[in-house]
């Protein structure tokens, strides 16, 4: 996952309130992962991600979540992305 941890995913920040675990459409539209994140154009990012917490990211910020993630799996050492 390139953004969010789990309590940031599951309530919303200072109001104490529950967000559902999966709205119809995440549960039934995969992931796309951190490569093809990168591969996308910003209006394309903006259709995937409409209407989801992701979208507050921006592009430019899934691009760098993407980024980082991809790092991660790869085993870059801190500080070198």
């Known amino acids: 996952m390139a953004f969010g941890c789990d309590i940031c995913r599951t309530s919303v920040r200072g109001t104490g309130k ?3 675990r999966a ?3 995440s549960a039934s539209t995969p992931y796309p992962g951190a490569e093809r994140i990168l ?3 910003d209006e ?3 259709i995937r991600f409409r209407q989801l917490p992701l979208s507050r990211a921006k ?3 899934l691009r760098r979540n993407a980024t ?3 790092a991660k799996a790869a085993g870059a050492p801190r500080g070198t992305r």
């Open 59 to 61: 592009p430019a910020g």
């Open 68 to 70: 980082i993630a991809r």
């Open 39 to 41: 591969e996308m154009s």
């Open 44 to 46: 394309e990012l903006r």
């Open 23 to 25: 709205s119809p459409r």
């Open 18 to 20: 529950r967000l559902p």
